[in-house]
């Protein structure tokens, strides 16, 4: 059983449409964090997200990207106007206190966005 | 901030030969260095990890990595590589703020 579940597995949209990315952490942790690879490329990082903010983001997350945590349990990661070059898959990743403190994030298994 | 090169983009050993997957960290102070192997359409599943003390660590599936300071290197060996470890491996270096970074990755093929 994954430590943490993704939902939509698979989404397809349409340039321009607002998506949302789902991350459900099986236990109750902190730290969140949001990744993607596009196809046969490195994994890039997005974000880190700790006790309800944003800890860390990289260049990539600009304004068209949010993430929060609405009820305490979703971790979502929201695009608000897709581009093509969104298209990638998305992982959501959580650690249990940082990762300088146990080096290891728990991987979902990754929703694939498609953007055309 | 800190980054990771995998100069191997890929690698192809026959089924029972050592393997060397190669990575090299840039980072100001002692990182904390990772290996992850991503199986096809799988996520990322982590093989060990390096944080300080003995510089040759043993993960899972009998892999191995030796980090060498004066190198900047952290590579993953292997003395027998089976057929189930082809996937694709990435590198990964973590230093004190809340972020991870992955190296491109090496695709290694296991030929029979």
């Known amino acids: 059983e994954p430590e943490v579940t993704q939902t939509p597995s698979h989404q397809v949209t349409q340039m321009g449409q607002e998506v949302i990315l789902r991350c459900v952490p099986i236990?109750?942790?902190?730290?969140f964090y949001w990744y993607r690879q596009i196809l046969g490329q490195k994994v890039e990082f997005l974000v880190s997200?700790?006790?309800?903010?944003?800890?860390?983001k990289s260049e990539i997350f600009d304004d068209q990207f949010s993430v929060e945590r609405p009820d305490g349990s979703n971790f979502t990661l929201k695009i608000r106007s897709t581009k093509l070059e969104d298209s990638a898959m998305y992982f959501c990743?959580?650690?249990?206190?940082?990762?300088?403190?146990?080096?290891?994030?728990?991987f979902g298994e990754g929703s694939r966005l498609t953007v055309l | 901030a800190q980054s990771v090169t995998q100069p191997d983009i890929h690698i192809t050993v026959s089924e029972g030969a050592s393997l060397e997957l190669r990575c090299n960290y840039s980072?100001?102070?002692?990182?904390?260095l990772f290996w992850y192997v991503q199986s096809p359409g799988q996520g990322l599943q982590l093989l060990l990890k390096y944080f300080s003390g003995d510089t040759l660590v043993q993960g899972i599936k009998g892999f191995e990595a030796e980090f060498k300071r004066s190198q900047s290197s952290f590579n993953l060996r292997k003395p027998s590589v089976h057929w189930s470890d082809a996937a694709e491996y990435f590198c990964a270096v973590a230093g004190g703020n809340n972020d991870m970074r992955f190296g491109a990755g090496t695709r290694l093929t296991v030929k029979p």
């Open positions: 997200f700790y006790n309800n903010e944003i800890s860390e």
């Open positions: 980072y100001g102070a002692t990182p904390y």
């Open positions: 236990s109750n942790h902190l730290y």
């Open positions: 990743a959580r650690g249990t206190s940082g990762v300088a403190n146990t080096g290891e994030l728990f």
